[in-house]
């Protein structure tokens, strides 16, 4: 079974501009949940969507968004690009509400100059 | 503030030995917690994860610990391999919903031949 893919997996973008971000679950996962990764923070929880709706959402300005497809693709967008939003976005997708079956992409590396 | 905090970002273990990586949280009302382990350019796998009803739970080679009255748990690798280099996140939740996951910012372990 394919796992989660991401597309591009890196990224440059400048100040000002707008980003989408793709990722496609593995087959028959519902849920995909998106994270920011930086230098010394960790994963940020970004949001989640299931069966096209968002779920939750983390502390992130409106600038980031998102949305799922009916199947089950993902995108993310992140407009008015700011320096600091360079970082590594993950996607993971997970089958039922159980933490140790998520599983994760290997990311899109975004770098804003 | 961060809830979820690795204070080593990086360890260095030769093979064979133990390597033990350590994670302190603040928020009493955190009940489950997971470690992950991420290689570079792949996205993040689920390794082990513990309850805070429990105060161990192993699993092969790794064994993770709890200590909720210190709020600190540890992930112990016996023997450590070479191919356990890698960084690992630890991440605490507080309820059964995925935005409610904090993670650590990761500990880079090198396992030397």
């Known amino acids: 079974k394919a796992g989660v893919t991401q597309t591009p997996r890196y990224l440059i973008k400048t100040r000002g501009q707008q980003v989408t971000l793709s990722c496609s679950p593995i087959?028959?996962?519902?849920?995909v949940s998106w994270y920011q990764q930086t230098p010394g923070q960790g994963l940020q929880f970004l949001f989640e969507y299931f069966s096209e709706t968002q779920r939750n959402k983390g502390n992130f300005p409106g600038r980031f968004s998102g949305r799922q497809f009916s199947n089950s693709r993902s995108e993310m967008n992140v407009s008015t690009l700011e320096l600091g939003d360079s970082a590594l976005y993950l996607c993971?997708?997970?089958?039922?509400?159980?933490?140790?079956?998520?599983?994760f992409g290997p990311g899109t590396r975004l770098t804003v100059l | 503030d961060q809830q979820v905090k690795q204070n080593s970002p990086s360890l260095s273990v030769q093979e064979g030995r133990i390597s033990i990586l350590n994670c302190d949280y603040t928020n009493s009302m955190f009940d489950y917690f997971l470690w992950y382990k991420k290689y570079p350019a792949e996205g993040p796998t689920f390794l082990i994860s513990i309850s805070s009803i429990k105060d161990k739970n192993e699993d092969g080679r790794f064994t993770v610990f709890l200590n909720k009255s210190a709020k600190h748990l540890s992930l112990h690798i016996v023997p450590s391999q070479p191919g356990d280099s890698a960084v690992y996140f630890c991440?605490?939740?507080?309820?059964?919903?995925?935005?409610?996951?904090?993670f650590g910012p990761g500990t880079s372990l090198s396992v030397i031949p």
């Open positions: 087959s028959g996962h519902r849920s």
């Open positions: 993971a997708s997970r089958l039922a509400d159980s933490y140790n079956e998520q599983f």
């Open positions: 991440a605490a939740s507080a309820g059964t919903s995925y935005d409610k996951v904090i």
